[in-house]
């Protein structure tokens, strides 16, 4: 029981590390500054969660979910760049394919997003750099965000 | 919802409350052990389900911040450790503790320090802290002859310092809150500053009356055998040093990482003292940071598996369906943080404030009173933030029982510390409203009703008298420079 035990202890030290080293691959390691404050979060017009971009590099995962809570597009349009987005409809956090597939919309509606990948939130960021100003660290945020918007430097990420 | 979600959460939930209860030996599996084995149980199930995850929300589940800033925080209390910081804060607090002001202004301001200086982290303070809060109540124990006295002193420094990163205007959770929810900068700290004088009161209260258990005969004999060493040069030097630039950065609020601020100090106070690596592992204790790692993974585990959404869904059912109603559900809502203790009240924040921010908008039409969503997200991030005290799984508390070697969890007297204190805020918030601007006259004279009862709370506690003109001063001092800070 005692090595199971070690082996565990240890492997959590190694997680740690094991984050530390993913941050350096995603080639944005200043991502592990971030505080988590969401400090950036109250002042993007389009209401997108900009620590997400963060937590993009820190697991070197562009595909993960952040929140964009003030994007209008057209359901057809959500669906066709992720069927998995979340978006709000009469009040409910669904997916816009199950929201098509319910009949609750049409392709034609225009909707408002509540997550969605963060290489996809990258292209709709308009880069005012307003999350950067407001950083407490003044992390260098458009910088992961270019990147996203970045075939190539995507796939770094 | 999902049944994977379902049977996370049943596993999640199974596992805290049967270490805590001890139904798993902490012999055979010490809670770290515990999460990640419950972990992989979720995972395991949840794929023999079908359910399809992604590894990453685990990771950007793991918030670097506080773990970094609690080994930031240990090192640096070993450079100060062994630099003799902590004599020299100890004789000053001596000098202080016999002048007119007395013990109680002491206690008071030292307890209160954290929360006046708020970090990102309640850790940062922790470790430099409780040196001092034990040489000063092993001191007032000896004097009074009230053994329990470092029990209550440690507990009220702990609660403070675990709640100190609500209000923290450097990357504290009540940015989270203010982001998410799109309030004003800043406009959550005082109303959290002065609820936190009250749970660092209440804390003292219950230590002395709940809670039974005192520190062991052989630490107070080890404690009052130390000899009083004199203050050095280097000691006072480093303590003057620290002091500065925590007080530097809250002023400045310079965009360079907490973490960064206190290694760079950690090396002038190497250099000017002489130390060497030896000296800093000293203040290291790798116990609540592999609990708060393991805490990380198994709430990232219920994330990726939709635990929370399951959690928000029930409350959702039940406001609907039972006879406690939206209104009930809300209280219990701001409450999950103490009843769902994680090793860092960012967790919990980050994955329940939508849900929050959502429940507080319904009540708010239906009672058509805008501020009820308002008095919700303070309320229930200040119970987020404390949440890290009583928690089991690399709280701060459990550095505060380390240091005490206390056989019985402060848990239960902590948590209710923080059940008392969160209506304060939400009473402040009802009656003041949000705003970043601190002099209102709302604000001062809530300040000064703060800090004449938590001073008085104090005064009668260590000396027995409620009008000790020093525990009256120290509160209004304090309380009255978390308006200025």
């Known amino acids: 029981m005692k090595k199971i035990n070690i082996f565990l ?38 209401g997108i969660d900009p620590q997400g971009f963060m937590a993009a590099s820190v697991a070197d995962d562009p595909d993960i979910y952040i929140y964009v809570t003030n994007y209008r597009i057209y359901a ?82 | ?20 209860k001890g139904w798993i030996s902490q012999r055979l599996f010490p809670m770290q ?12 199930i949840g794929f023999a389900l079908g359910e399809r995850a992604n590894p990453s929300v685990i990771i950007t589940g793991t918030f670097l911040h506080p773990i970094t800033a609690t080994i930031a925080g240990f090192i640096l209390a070993g450079a100060l450790k062994s630099a003799g910081a902590f004599e020299a804060a100890s004789a000053w607090i001596r000098k202080l503790q016999n002048s007119y002001l007395g013990v109680p202004f002491a206690v008071i301001v ?44 440690v507990s009220g420094l702990v609660i403070n310092a675990a709640a100190s990163c609500g209000p923290s205007l450097i990357g504290g959770i009540g940015l989270i809150g203010e982001g998410m929810g799109r309030y004003p900068s800043g406009s959550f700290s005082d109303h959290m500053q002065f609820a936190i004088m009250f749970m660092t009161a209440f804390a003292m209260i219950f230590s002395k009356y709940i809670y039974s258990e005192t520190v062991s005969e052989r630490m107070f004999d080890v404690e009052s055998s130390e000899e009083v060493k004199d203050m050095s040069e280097h000691g006072t030097f480093s303590l003057l040093l620290f002091v500065t630039v925590i007080v530097a950065t809250i002023i400045i609020k310079p965009a360079i990482p907490i973490q960064a601020i206190l290694l760079c100090t950690t090396l002038f106070i190497m250099i000017i003292a002489k130390l060497g690596l030896d000296d800093l592992m000293r203040g290291i204790i790798l116990h609540p940071l592999t ?125 209710l510390s923080v059940f008392l204190a969160v ?39 260590t000396t027995k008298k409620a009008f000790h003109p020093g525990g009256i001063a120290g509160g ?9 800070l």
């Open chain 2, 33 to 44: 052990v515990a999460l990640l084995i419950a972990s992989l149980l979720i995972v395991i």
């Open chain 1, 9 to 46: 202890f240890t492997a959590i030290v190694f997680y740690l590390g094991f984050i530390g080293a993913r941050a350096f691959f995603s080639g944005y390691p200043f991502s592990l500054i971030c505080y988590n404050c969401k400090s950036c979060d109250s002042i993007c017009v389009i």
């Open chain 2, 291 to 415: 609990a708060m790692i393991s805490g990380f993974i198994a709430a990232g585990v219920l994330s990726m598996f939709g635990g929370f959404d399951v959690l928000v869904y029930l409350l959702g059912f039940i406001s609907e369906h039972t006879p406690l109603g939206y209104v009930g559900v809300s209280v219990i809502l701001i409450y999950i943080p103490i009843l769902l203790p994680l090793p860092c009240g960012r967790i919990i924040a980050v994955s329940l404030i939508p849900g929050v921010l959502m429940f507080g908008e319904h009540i708010a039409q239906m009672a058509a009173i805008p501020r009820i969503q308002e008095v919700m997200i303070v309320s229930f991030i200040l119970a987020g933030a404390a949440s890290c005290g009583p928690s089991p799984l690399g709280g701060i508390g459990s550095i505060g029982e380390g240091r005490l070697r206390l056989k019985k969890s402060t848990g239960m007297f902590l948590s």
């Open chain 1, 76 to 157: 057809g349009e959500a669906e066709k760049l992720d069927p998995d987005m979340i978006i709000q409809c009469n009040d409910k956090k669904i997916k816009v394919s199950a929201a098509l597939n319910e009949g609750l919309i049409s392709r034609d509606t225009e909707i408002i997003t509540y997550k969605m990948k963060a290489k996809d939130a990258a292209k709709v960021c308009i880069e005012c750099a307003a999350c950067e100003r407001v950083c407490p660290v003044k992390l260098p945020i458009l910088d992961v965000i270019k990147g996203l918007k970045n075939p190539g430097r995507e796939k770094s990420l």
């Open chain 2, 423 to 461: 209506p304060v805020a939400a009473f402040s918030v009802s009656a003041i409203g949000l705003s970043s601007e601190s002099f209102s006259r709302g604000f001062l004279l809530e300040a000064v009703i703060t800090g004449v009862v938590t001073g008085m709370i104090t005064s009668y506690i």
């Open chain 2, 476 to 484: 209004l001092v304090t309380s009255l420079l978390m308006l200025v």
């Open chain 2, 110 to 153: 030292l307890m209160n320090i954290p929360t006046l200086l708020a970090m990102p982290c309640g850790r940062v303070w922790v470790s430099p802290l409780i040196p001092v809060a034990l040489a000063l109540s092993f001191d007032i124990a000896a004097k009074t002859g009230d053994r329990k006295m470092p029990v209550i002193i």
């Open chain 2, 1 to 20: 919802m999902t049944v994977s979600g379902v049977v996370a959460l049943i596993i999640f939930f199974g596992t805290i409350l049967a270490s805590l």
